[in-house]
């Protein structure tokens, strides 16, 4: 397990981040003014579910916004770089070599053309200058670092041939091969079956407190939040809505879309007879009303009797020390702990 | 059962510049095949002998102006122009339409059950696109003899194998679509799977190779007329006036052109608007 | 003891597999010789990680694969070679629920259409009273009766997802697989979608059959729960007895393997590469024995274990030559000191 640090050294800061996209149906952000910050050595998990905008919050980071998306505000800085005032050949050395980043469906993210053991080389040749020796050395090592049984061997094989989890590893043996600092895993194990999700988890975590990197894992399951993070940024419809630390989450979570998200996922070993379900949809990014985004399906709301929600918006307001959200019921006044 | 609003935007036909210039120049064939009588200047089939190989332009003494000039036999080039236009479409649009039936029953069909009767129908489907297409309607056409329904035959007739082929490989995948599964656990009898829920989602497909189609159809009838195995000579077409204008280009250059002009800009227009039917019908839908 | 209503026996569906192009082809047990007694009125969790079958069952169980070999009989009938009107017969008490709201819907078709359809093809009413049905059911799944002209494109996952409870609902059937109903569906709106199915088991008193991986789900509907690995029923149980006492390894394994609910319950486990043997090339006896920690070689690796109930426990069924011994010298230890 990662040491505690308490008091970490910010290694990623996120600064209202704004990447719009400009479609027929009309325009919208995904990512909305969204700002947080990864320190050495620690997971960030960015939590919501489809079209929070925590995919696409990494990939604005990456530079890997898909048209027509842009990213139209604010600062990506590492180490007080801001990288999104660098140019793309700048960018290309950073990516694989300073921040990494892994995908949801391992066997459709790897080029089904070239053998995993080129791939992973492929990495090297980009950021290092070795001879082509010592990159199969160091491609045989990668492999057994994750994992991989038999790495000689398995150099040599075409994705479709292995399993998820295999590609999988592959992938993560592919974005730790040049030792970044952050390695942004997105859905990492949405795919894999659940012994195999618990391998690769585990996996991440060694890897992570063996090298000291920096993690933000994107999901939507609150399980593998539990387990993996250790700070937590809640995101809905394209916002950050809560963040705090992981036990502090779990233990007191404060914004209704929160709350309603624990009440909503069946508990292993705690089977209730019924479960909270948050009513309605995620809103239309494209016909936002005014007010709190997430005010329409808001129980709380009603029995606060708040109508401020619908008219304003609320900010994201560090209400307790090292927890913020963004939510009427607890702005404007300190929460007495 | 449930009528409600219209999905897809058939709009989009007007919007679209390369649609729309289909649209407009498939619209003026198919309003001149239709009022060929009305709109056209003279009797294509009148002979101004005193007018042989006239340039486009000239005026004869009784005030007809030849606006594309005329033909080795006096004829003018517009009103042939404008009646070959029925021939043309009428012949490739039924020879067409004839493969496409065929075919795209026979691909349902083959498709769907699979087993042996698939295996005899894509036989036959080999068989059937090996032999060159020209080969086959030229052979087809000396079999049956003379006539307007053999050369439709001949030149359709072989169109329904790459219908059938087509059709099928799309029927092997929806066959297995949930919702295909859905209607089994229902209880649907085969033919409402086949005709409700299997072919409206084929169809498209159908229709744009259909629309290509076409487009070769028109040239192949035209080769066809060139060869004298085509429409006979009494009934305008612009495979005739190819044939015809071909011994005298040097000198009347406008009875080729203008007739070989009517025919590529006619299957232009059938391909964009195939091009366009491409997009318009599933993104929407399959969404 | 319950009255059973759906009873498989040797159930086993394979599938001939092209081994690349000069290997020939080679046999697949999608499912192998799986014996499943399923009681009316109980919700029964089907569980398992890829490649275990569970789908495979579930559609056979609907009769919409046909099995290789084995017996199907639903309500004391045979039901493994029925066609024609007692096939029929059949569809109108079977139904399904498919996994993905998006492809088990036409999307051509207006949802009201895809809804009635199945009142169509056994002659229910008129088209105005199907109309009237489609309506009711609309509201019972939770949507506006208004909904029917529209396509399933107008709708979310979470939505479709309903008109496909609908569909299968319509006639009222007793009996219902649901085929991962809520793994395609984002978290909130799984909790709308299972709680609507449990009250709808409820109020029409359905038999159902709940495909899924997700256990912590299938903890929460379920009666009893079966689990599958590589084609086989390896377990099966009340549902609070499973889950607070696994007695098979690959079970043990499951639960172990789903994360933590919270903090600091965080475990370390083991990250080793421990993966599912081809099916193309299954393990001799027990199909779990080489990711077995309490594997026996000689025994494990030569017999395949029957489901068999460890006599301490004759409500359950274990898969499981080790767990099944043990039982005995469980009992055999009242009596005589033993180890």
């Known amino acids: 397990m990662s040491e505690a640090h308490d008091d970490g050294r910010v290694l990623l800061e996120i600064k209202g981040l704004t990447t719009a996209f400009s479609l027929a149906e009309g325009d919208f952000n995904a990512v909305d003014n969204v700002s947080f910050s990864v320190k050495e050595g620690r997971t960030l998990s960015l939590v919501g579910e489809s079209g929070s905008g925590k995919s696409m919050t990494a990939l604005s980071v990456m530079g890997l916004v898909p048209s027509p998306g842009k990213v139209v505000a604010g600062e990506v800085l590492l180490d007080g770089r801001n990288l999104l005032d660098m140019s793309a050949r700048e960018m290309r050395k950073i990516r694989g070599a300073e921040i990494s980043m892994i995908f949801q469906q391992p066997t459709s993210a790897l080029n089904p053309t070239y053998r995993v053991g080129t791939q992973i080389r492929e990495v090297f040749k980009l950021h290092r200058d070795w001879t082509r020796q010592v990159e199969t050395e160091k491609v045989i090592a990668a492999l057994r670092a994750v994992g991989m049984p038999d790495p000689e061997a398995r150099l040599r094989a075409y994705p479709h041939e292995l399993s998820g989890g295999m590609a999988q590893r592959v992938m993560i043996a592919m974005a730790l091969a040049c030792e970044p600092r952050i390695l942004i895993a997105d859905e990492p194990t949405t795919a894999l079956d659940v012994t195999i999700q618990a391998q690769i988890l585990e996996l991440i975590r060694e890897l992570q407190s063996s090298s000291d990197t920096s993690v933000i894992l994107i999901t939507h399951d609150l399980g593998v939040v539990a387990e993996m993070a250790d700070e937590v940024a809640v995101m809905y419809a394209g916002e950050i809505v809560e963040t705090t630390d992981v036990e502090t989450l779990f233990d007191e979570p404060l914004h209704p879309y929160t709350k309603g998200l624990m009440g909503s996922v069946p508990v292993l070993g705690d089977p209730r007879p019924r479960l909270e379900a948050i009513p309605g949809t995620v809103p239309n990014l494209t016909e936002l009303s005014v007010g709190c985004r997430f005010a329409s399906r808001c129980q709380a709301r009603i029995e606060a009797g708040l109508t401020v929600c619908q008219t304003h918006h609320p900010e994201l307001v560090e209400v307790r020390p090292g927890h913020a959200v963004r939510c009427w019921l607890y702005s404007g006044q300190e929460v007495a702990e | ?287 | 003891m319950s009255d059973v209503i759906m009873r498989a026996s040797a159930l086993t569906k394979e599938y001939q597999v092209r081994r690349g192009a000069l290997k020939g082809t080679a046999t697949v047990k999608a499912v192998n010789g799986v014996n499943l007694d399923i009681r009316r009125g109980e919700t029964i969790g089907l569980v398992g990680e890829s490649g275990c079958g569970k789908t495979t069952l579930g559609r056979m169980l609907v009769k919409l694969l046909e099995p290789t070999s084995g017996k199907i009989e639903f309500d004391g009938k045979d039901v493994t070679n029925v066609r024609g009107r007692e096939l029929k017969e059949f569809r109108r008490r079977v139904q399904i629920v498919f996994q993905d709201p998006f492809s088990s819907l036409d999307p051509r078709a207006r949802i009201g259409d895809s809804m009635a359809e199945p009142l169509l093809h056994h002659g229910v009413g008129d088209k105005d009273e199907r109309q009237e049905r489609v309506a009711k059911m609309l509201e019972m799944v939770g949507l506006h009766r208004s909904h029917a002209t529209r396509f399933p494109h107008e709708f979310s996952g979470g939505q479709r997802q309903r008109i496909g409870i609908g569909r299968a609902l319509i006639l009222r059937p007793d009996f219902v697989v649901a085929d991962e109903p809520v793994s395609a569906l984002d978290v909130s709106v799984q909790a709308q979608i299972l709680n609507l199915l449990a009250d709808l088991q409820q109020e029409l008193s359905l038999t159902l059959v709940f495909v899924a991986h997700n256990l912590a789900v299938v903890e929460h509907i379920s009666d009893r729960v079966a689990v599958m690995y590589l084609g086989r029923i390896v377990e099966l149980a009340e549902r609070s007895e499973l889950f607070s006492r696994p007695t098979h390894p690959y079970t043990e394994m499951l639960l172990d393997a789903v994360p933590a609910s919270h903090p600091r319950n965080r475990r370390p486990r083991a990250p080793e590469a421990s993966e599912l043997p081809s099916p193309l090339d299954p393990p001799a006896g027990c199909l779990f024995h080489p990711r077995c920690p309490i594997f026996e070689a000689g025994f494990c690796d030569e017999v395949v274990p029957p489901l068999h109930p460890p006599p301490s426990e004759p409500s359950r069924l274990v898969a499981c030559h080790v767990r099944i011994r043990e039982g005995q010298t469980r009992t055999f230890d009242e009596g005589e000191s033993q180890k």
């Not at chain 2, 929806?174 to 169809?203: C, D, Q, T, W």
């Open chain 2, 1 to 287: 059962m449930f009528a409600g609003r219209e999905v897809g935007t058939l709009r989009s036909m007007f919007t679209t510049p390369s649609a729309l210039v289909g649209v407009v120049v498939l619209a003026t064939v198919v309003v001149c095949a239709i009022f060929a009588d009305v709109i056209s200047p003279v009797d294509p089939a009148q002979q101004h002998l005193l007018y042989r190989l006239s340039p486009p332009g000239t005026v004869s003494e009784d005030g007809v102006t030849f606006v594309l000039g005329t033909d080795g036999l006096g004829r003018d080039v517009l009103s042939g122009i404008i009646h070959g236009s029925r021939v043309s479409l009428i012949v490739a649009v039924t020879a067409v339409g004839l493969g496409m039936l065929i075919g795209v029953a026979l691909g349902l069909v083959s498709g769907y059950s699979g087993g042996w009767l698939d295996t005899v129908i894509m036989r036959a489907v080999d068989v059937t696109i090996v032999l060159p297409f020209m080969l086959m309607a030229l052979v087809l056409r000396l079999a049956l003899g003379p006539g307007l329904g053999s050369i439709v035959i001949a030149l359709g007739i072989s169109g329904w194998a790459t219908h059938a082929r087509l059709v099928r490989g799309e029927v092997l995948s929806l066959r297995n679509k949930e919702y295909v599964l859905a209607s089994v656990a229902n209880g649907a009898p085969h033919g409402f799977i086949m005709l409700r829920r299997i072919l409206p989602h084929v169809l498209a497909s159908a229709i744009v190779l259909a629309s290509l189609q076409v487009g070769v159809t028109i040239v192949a009838e035209a080769s066809l007329t060139f060869l004298g195995l085509g429409v006979p000579p009494e009934i305008p077409s612009w495979g005739q006036m190819l044939a015809n204008g071909r011994d005298y280009m040097t000198r009347a250059w406008w009875v080729t052109t203008f007739s070989g002009l009517a025919i590529v800009l006619t299957v232009l227009a059938l391909n964009l608007i195939g091009d366009w039917l491409c997009d318009y019908r599933d993104p929407r839908l399959e969404r």
